[in-house]
C-alpha cells in the first residue's frame, strides 16, 4: 500500500510566519502534489511535481512556493503566513503523469494562521 | 470558473436504499473522471474512475454513469450502508495531462 506521510496533522502559526509543510511518499512515484481543501470550494491544486527539482503551478499558487529536492519528499512553503491560508492542506503522489493515475493522499495538515 | 461542479453539498438516505450523486462539468478536453471519498480527519481515497470512452463502471456496490453529450456523470451506491457516510468528490482530467480537477465535494449521510 502505498503511504504518503504528512509531518503534522495540526499546526498554528502567527501572520507573517515562515511556514513549512513536509510530505514523504514511500512509493517511488514521479509524481507529487500539494492542495488546499476549504468547505463549498472543494480542492484546488496549489504546486505539483512530475520529477526532482521540477515543479509547476496549479490553480492557486500565489503566497506558495515549493521544494523537491528528493524523489520522496516534497514541500510546501508559505513565505509569509496570512490568514486567508487557514486552510486543510494535502499532498498526494501519483504513479504516472498522466490524469487516468489515481492520486494518493496523505491524512492532511490544518493549518491555522492567526 | 469551476469547471468540475457538485451543486448537491449534502444529501441523506436511509440505510440499503440507493445513493445518487451528481456532478457536472464544462471543459470538454475532459476524457477521465475519477470519485474519491474522504472520511474525517483522512485524506481522500480513490473510489471509481470511468473513461470518456464508456459509459458506465461497476465495481461491486460503487456504479459511474458517464453522460458525455450532457457532460454529467453520476455515483451510484446500492444499497447504502452506514459505512459509506462521507464527503464524495468528482474529478476530471484529461488522460494526456497530469492535474486532476475536484468538485466542491458532497457529504453523504446513509441513515441506518
Known amino acids: 500500500d502505498v503511504k504518503v506521510t504528512q509531518s503534522s496533522r495540526y499546526l498554528v502559526k502567527r501572520t507573517g510566519e515562515k511556514v ?18 476549504d468547505p463549498g470550494l ?27 529536492e528528493k524523489k520522496e519528499r516534497f514541500s510546501l512553503i508559505l513565505e509569509s503566513a496570512s490568514t486567508n491560508q487557514t486552510s486543510m492542506y494535502l499532498c498526494a503522489s501519483s504513479l504516472w503523469g498522466r490524469g487516468d493515475s489515481p492520486l494518493h493522499f496523505g491524512n492532511g495538515t490544518r493549518l491555522t494562521v492567526t | 470558473d469551476q469547471q ?48 470518456s470512452i464508456k459509459d458506465k463502471n461497476e465495481d461491486g456496490r460503487f456504479t459511474v454513469f458517464l453522460n458525455k453529450s450532457a457532460k454529467h456523470l453520476s455515483l451510484h451506491i446500492v444499497p447504502s450502508q452506514p459505512g459509506d457516510s462521507a464527503v464524495y468528490f468528482c474529478a476530471a482530467s484529461e488522460t494526456s495531462g497530469s492535474r486532476l480537477t475536484f468538485g466542491e465535494g458532497t457529504q453523504l449521510t446513509v441513515n441506518p
Not at chain 1, 514511500?26 to 500539494?34: A, G, L, Q, S, V
Not at chain 1, 491544486?45 to 506558495?64: A, N, R, T, W
Not at chain 2, 441523506?12 to 471543459?27: A, F, H, K, M, P
Request: hydrophobic share 35%.
Open chain 1, 20 to 37: 513549512f509543510l513536509e510530505c514523504v511518499q514511500d512509493m517511488d512515484h514521479e509524481n507529487m502534489f500539494w492542495y488546499r481543501q
Open chain 1, 42 to 68: 472543494g480542492l484546488r491544486l496549489i504546486y505539483f511535481s512530475y520529477d526532482v527539482k521540477m515543479k509547476e503551478k496549479g490553480d492557486i499558487p500565489e503566497g506558495y512556493s515549493v521544494s523537491r
Open chain 2, 4 to 51: 468540475v461542479k457538485q451543486n448537491s453539498p449534502s444529501l441523506s438516505v436511509q440505510e440499503g436504499r440507493i445513493s445518487i450523486l451528481n456532478c457536472d462539468y464544462t471543459n470538454s478536453m475532459f476524457d477521465y473522471f475519477l470519485w474519491y471519498k474522504k472520511y474525517p480527519a483522512e485524506g481522500p481515497t480513490f473510489l471509481i474512475s470511468i473513461s
